[in-house]
Structure formats: structure tokens, C-alpha cells
T-cell receptor, first 113, second 110 residues
Framework: DTAVSQTPKYLVTQMGNDKSIKCEQNLGHDTMYWYKQDSKKFLKIMFSYNNKELIINETVPNRFSPKSPDKAHLNLHINSLELGDSAVYFC????????????FGPGTRLLVL | KQEVTQIPAALSVPEGENLVLNCSFTDSAIYNLQWFRQDPGKGLTSLLLIQSSQREQTSGRLNASLDKSSGRSTLYIAASQPGDSATYLC?????????FGKGTSLLVTP
């Protein structure tokens, strides 16, 4: 009965490949997010998405794209992976309303070789 | 642009001590502030959430305060235990997303 789940938990891949990370929430939330935690453990927002609006952090390369097949899922697609993409990626979700709590997934550890 | 700073970056204390972790943010227009715990190689565990209208929240040995006008929050841990060893992150919610500090790495020694 995990609230926010991510797959895979670990992902090791070669530079130049295209990969996807899946995120699902069973909380009935309206807004979903992707965050990146770099090697220095700093967490930064990448995307915020609800059924009306996608907000992209301007520092995110266009090789990264979120795709939402339905309200409960927000998948992260990464094209032409680079060494610097190695990080932990966290998905999160919340109800509509800016004061609402965000609930985080367990993270996906991506290593690009 | 919201910037969140946490001091100290690292802290080592003997078991049983009371301690305070500090968090400051540059834009006081926040909806709430949240404290998280992260164990090595693990995800985020939410500890306390303080709405902008609140001054503090308590959970067990943890107490978090918020002074929105001065852009500060503190996390007080009473009677620290080795199991409290982890990285503590504060995050200011400005509406669009959470803005995280870089964390305080806490080590509680037996």
C-alpha cells in the first residue's frame, strides 16, 4: 500500500542511452513533482505537473521530459544520458492547494557509466 | 528566488545532549516549512510540517519552530540518541515546489 512508488530503485546504464523512471501515487493527489539530488546531496526541483500545467525549472536540460499517462502517474524520460545525470531522482505528489504536504517516493538511484 | 540555508553543515554530539538545527530562508512568502530526515542511501522521511500561520510543531522529542517574518526555523531534538544520526533537511514551500537546504549531517555518538 505504498503511497508514492518509483521503479526502478536502481538504474545503471551507459552514456548516450535513453531511459525512463516511473512514478505512481495512489493517494488521489493532483500535483506531482520530480526532484534531483546530486552527488553533494542537494535536492532541487525539476518539474511540477498537474493536469493543467507543467512547470519546468529553467536549469533542467531539454533531454529530460516528464510524461503523465494519467493523474496517478508521472514518468521521467531522459534522452542521451550524460555522466552528470548520475544522481538520485525523487518523485513526490500532493493534493491541490499550495499549503498541502508533499509526499515523497523512495528515490531512484541512477548511475551513468 | 527562494534560497534556504542550513547551519551547521555537520554536527557531532554525545548521546543525551539536546541540540538545535537552524534553517533560514530568504523569501518570507511561504505557505509552510517542512523538516525531513534522510538516512544514508535512503529516501526522505517527513518529520514536522509547520504552516505559515503556526509558530511551532512538536512530535515526541522533536520540536520545530517557525519565525516567518525573520525567515528562520529551528529543529530542536531533546535527549539525542544514536538512532537520531542522519541528515536533516529543511524545505520552504513557496507554492510552486519545495526549496531545500543542503542539510545538516548529525552524528550522535554513544
Amino acid at each position: 500500500d505504498t503511497a508514492v512508488s518509483q521503479t526502478p530503485k536502481y538504474l545503471v546504464t551507459q552514456m548516450g542511452n535513453d531511459k525512463s523512471i516511473k512514478c505512481e501515487q495512489n493517494l488521489g493527489h493532483d500535483t506531482m513533482y520530480w526532484y534531483k539530488q546530486d552527488s553533494k546531496k542537494f535536492l532541487k526541483i525539476m518539474f511540477s505537473y498537474n493536469n493543467k500545467e507543467l512547470i519546468i525549472n529553467e536549469t533542467v536540460p531539454n533531454r529530460f521530459s516528464p510524461k503523465s499517462p494519467d493523474k496517478a502517474h508521472l514518468n521521467l524520460h531522459i534522452n542521451s544520458l550524460e555522466l552528470g545525470d548520475s544522481a538520485v531522482y525523487f518523485c513526490a505528489s500532493r493534493l491541490a492547494g499550495n499549503q498541502e504536504t508533499q509526499y515523497f517516493g523512495p528515490g531512484t538511484r541512477l548511475l551513468v557509466l | 528566488k527562494q534560497e534556504v540555508t542550513q547551519i551547521p553543515a555537520a554536527l557531532s554530539v554525545p548521546e543525551g545532549e539536546n541540540l538545535v538545527l537552524n534553517c533560514s530562508f530568504t523569501d518570507s512568502a511561504i505557505y509552510n516549512l517542512q523538516w525531513f530526515r534522510q538516512d544514508p542511501g535512503k529516501g526522505l522521511t517527513s518529520l514536522l510540517l509547520i504552516q505559515s500561520s503556526q509558530r511551532e510543531q512538536t512530535s515526541g522529542r522533536l520540536n520545530a519552530s517557525l519565525d516567518k517574518s525573520s525567515g528562520r526555523s529551528t529543529l530542536y531534538i531533546a535527549a539525542s540518541q544514536p538512532g537520531d544520526s542522519a541528515t536533516y533537511l529543511c524545505a520552504a514551500n513557496s507554492g510552486y515546489a519545495l526549496n531545500f537546504g543542503k542539510g545538516t549531517s548529525l552524528l550522535v555518538t554513544p
